[in-house]
């Protein structure tokens, strides 16, 4: 979407207001898509269940490609939203069924890789097919590879090791005979129970939140930063895209590197590399916004660490911090809870975005041109990249003060304090 807006707004086939109110539409759909499916997919066939809902996808892109009404847009890149929503929880799910715990965070950054391997793909092959065949072939092109992706899935994709008779994964058999879960300490109880205490956990709602400002930078930069280069940086279309590129391959490292740093260097502790990405993402994107027109290396260098940063917060906030408090028997649970906050921050963005964009016309040379004013809209991204990191930071001091008052009540309990 974020590759089509300029064609489309040269076009007159839509306004950035409905522009933001189309990526609202879809970010809404995910975020309660997320959530609900999130408590479906501790239940549900892993393979059946995420490569239906990439199927789905699929076929609505390549709807939306032939789609000339903006209410119908609307509804369909909506549903798109829905369905795509079908992917992630299931994905953490059969990490946390397959994974021990203390190989969690290393195993959750090579995964993570997936969202920037897909984002870098997208934002060179849909230029490439815009710029030579419209930009309704960037949706006709995402619905085919989609198509393919689905079928992929369900071949390749593996269920929970319990449907193969294979044992799970971070159990033990205690005293009594009865096995229990060494990661979770709530383990004993039953799925249901287990996602009703995720639902009322403070803290999981603080990371939500946290989540939350963080995508809001995510997806300013991701659906608006090609506009922004276009109109104040003097970027053609596919320069912008190959900038953005920059962007979507740095972020595989950065998701590699904060799930096995967290592991490696700090024994699964999350908080002090949560901060040091968290910094890096303000950097980049003052580089980005904040430096003069064809300073193309600070372009290029801020797009880099904003990446790079943004891959690890996606590890970290995204959903590695949510699933370390689950079990694995809530991990979608966990999952759901934590998109549902990131996406309704990401649908808030959208339309907030294509609000505080305002546009003007200027008469250059007798032609009649549109400027846009990306300001407001600058402010509110940076902000919630700053709030986010404080929230974050809120999280680990509680997290920390609640951890000490379980070691010294056990240690008054067992007569050693």
């Not at 199927?55 to 490609?65: E, H, Q, Y």
């Not at 649908?347 to 200027?362: H, R």
């Amino acid at each position: 979407m974020s590759v089509v807006k300029k064609p489309m707004l040269d076009e007159n086939f839509l306004t950035t207001q409905e522009m933001g109110m189309i990526g609202s539409a879809l970010f809404l759909a995910y975020a309660f898509g997320k959530f609900t499916n999130g408590f479906l997919a501790d239940r549900a066939n892993i393979k059946r269940f995420m490569s239906f809902g990439l199927l789905v996808s699929a076929l609505i892109n390549l709807a939306l490609g032939f789609t000339f009404s903006f209410w119908l847009f609307v509804v369909l890149w909506g549903a798109n939203g829905w369905f795509q929503s079908m992917g992630a929880a299931p994905a953490i799910s059969s990490l946390t069924n397959w994974v021990p715990k203390k190989r969690m965070g290393t195993v959750y950054g090579w995964f993570s890789i997936s969202h920037n391997i897909g984002e870098g793909l997208s934002f060179v092959c849909t230029a490439l097919l815009v710029g030579a065949f419209g930009w309704r072939w960037g949706f006709i092109g995402a619905g085919i590879a989609a198509v393919v992706g689905s079928l992929f899935l369900y071949f390749m994709l593996s269920d929970k090791p319990e449907t193969y008779g294979l044992p799970p994964v971070d159990e033990t058999v205690d005293k009594h005979g009865k096995e229990r879960d060494e990661a979770c300490p709530y383990a004993s109880q039953s799925i249901s129970e287990q996602q009703k205490t995720i639902l009322k956990n403070p803290l999981v709602w603080l990371v939500g939140i946290s989540s939350a400002m963080m995508y809001v930078s995510r997806y300013a930069i991701n659906n608006w930063a090609i506009l922004f280069l276009q109109e104040h940086k003097g970027y053609e279309l596919l320069d912008a895209s190959g900038v953005m590129s920059i962007y979507a391959v740095i972020g595989i490292f950065g998701s590699i590197a904060s799930g096995w740093i967290s592991d490696t260097l700090f024994n699964s502790r999350r908080g002090p590399v949560t901060l040091f990405f968290g910094l890096l993402q303000v950097g980049g994107m003052c580089l980005i916004f904040f430096t003069p027109e064809h300073f193309y290396w600070a372009d290029k260098l801020g797009m880099a660490l904003f990446g790079f940063a943004t891959g690890g917060l996606l590890v970290l906030l995204g959903g590695l911090i949510a699933v370390d408090i689950a079990g694995k028997k809530a991990a979608g649970a966990a999952m759901g809870m934590i998109g549902i906050f990131s996406y309704i921050g990401a649908a808030c963005q959208e339309w907030l975005s294509g609000m505080l964009i305002t546009s003007s016309v200027l008469l250059v040379d007798g032609v009649e041109q549109k400027v846009y004013d990306f300001n407001a809209a600058i402010t509110f991204w940076v902000g919630a990249s700053v709030v986010s990191m404080v929230l974050a930071m809120l999280y680990f001091f509680l997290q920390s003060r609640k951890n000490q008052a379980v070691v010294k009540a056990s240690a008054v309990k067992n007569g050693t304090a």
